[in-house]
Structure formats: structure tokens, C-alpha cells
């Protein structure tokens, strides 16, 4: 076999990190092996080494890829006047906390996501760093003038992960529609 080029190396470690990201989201670091993610990448366990030293440094490049575009830009609605902020953050709300957000665990939000793994990692980890700039950043999002977003953001953030945790249940949906009518209040 020949050597890979520059290019497909560059597009191998995104694969890597790409899959990553979905599958740390889904199945949590400890839940998913290094053979498991480089045979969803589409590539054999002995390439691993050669994009990364270890697993925790994909760990943190995988963490800021989840980040990626969350939270960027400003407030929804900033711009737009308070009704339209409103009503955009109203229709963010009624997204994040959606059933079908619940269900998308692999593509949904990495503060939800990720949020066991990264307290269950090192303390001075760059996947804790780069977790508690997105939490910052989704808090931002969802301040208003009165209040820096962080209530609306725990409550968002923790009624998801307690929905995901009783899917199947009556509860699941109780959970998600009790904080969306407290969030958009």
C-alpha cells in the first residue's frame, strides 16, 4: 500500500475527529473504543496513533469540534427588536427542547452531550476548557437584558439530559415540555 498523501491525511484526522464528536455525544468517551470509532471512520485501528497521541488528546480536539457553531453569533433575535428577540428565542427553546432534539443525541447539543464525560475528566484538560467556553457562549446566547442566561441554560441543558434519561417514559416528555414553558415564559 502507498503512502497517503497530505490531503488524505488531513481528511482521514477530520474523519476521525467528525466521528468522534457524534459518537462521544452518543455513547460517551469511556463507551466508545478506539477500534470502534476508527471502524465507523471508515479506517483500520493502526492508523489511530498516527493522528493522535492518545485517546484523551482526541478527546479534547473532538470536545471543540462539538463546540464548533454552537452558540456563535449573537443573542437569537438581537439585532431585530424585543418581540422579534422574543419570539426567536422562544423558537430556539422550542427546538433545543424537542423531542427530536432528545432523540439526537449523536448530533445534538455537546453541553447535554458531553456534560458527564467532561466532569468525570481531568481538571485542567482541554476538553474541560474548551466545554466551559461553549457553556459560556450558549449562556451568552441566552441572556436577555435582565439576566446573564445562565438560570435559562441550566434549565434547559439539565431538563434534556433528564429527558434523555427516562426516554421511553411519560416523564421524558412532561420534563421537556415543563421547561419549555418556564424558559419561554
Do not use: W
Not at 95 to 117: F, K, N, Q, V
Not at 153 to 163: H, P
Amino acid at each position: 500500500m502507498g503512502r497517503v498523501s497530505k490531503e488524505q491525511a488531513q481528511e482521514n484526522r477530520r474523519r476521525i475527529v467528525e466521528t468522534a464528536s457524534r459518537l462521544f455525544r452518543e455513547q460517551g468517551t469511556a463507551g466508545v473504543s478506539v477500534a470502534d470509532l476508527m471502524k465507523a471512520a471508515g479506517l483500520t485501528h493502526g492508523g489511530f496513533y498516527k493522528h493522535f497521541d492518545s485517546k484523551e488528546a482526541l478527546v479534547d480536539e473532538a470536545t471543540a469540534r462539538a463546540f464548533d457553531g454552537v452558540g456563535t453569533g449573537d443573542r437569537p433575535g438581537a439585532d431585530t427588536g424585543e418581540d422579534a428577540a422574543k419570539d426567536a428565542r422562544r423558537a430556539f427553546v422550542e427546538d433545543y427542547l424537542s423531542p427530536e432534539h432528545r432523540d439526537d443525541m449523536a448530533g445534538g447539543c455537546p453541553t447535554a452531550g458531553l456534560a458527564t464525560d467532561i466532569a468525570r475528566g481531568a481538571t485542567g484538560s482541554a476538553a474541560r476548557h474548551t466545554y466551559a467556553e461553549g457553556v459560556r457562549e450558549f449562556a451568552r446566547r441566552m441572556a436577555d437584558d435582565d439576566d446573564d442566561g445562565l438560570v435559562r441554560l441550566s434549565t434547559m441543558v439539565g431538563a434534556l439530559i433528564l429527558a434523555r434519561a427516562v426516554n421511553g417514559d411519560p416523564l421524558s416528555d412532561a420534563l421537556l415540555a415543563a421547561a419549555r414553558a418556564e424558559v419561554s415564559a
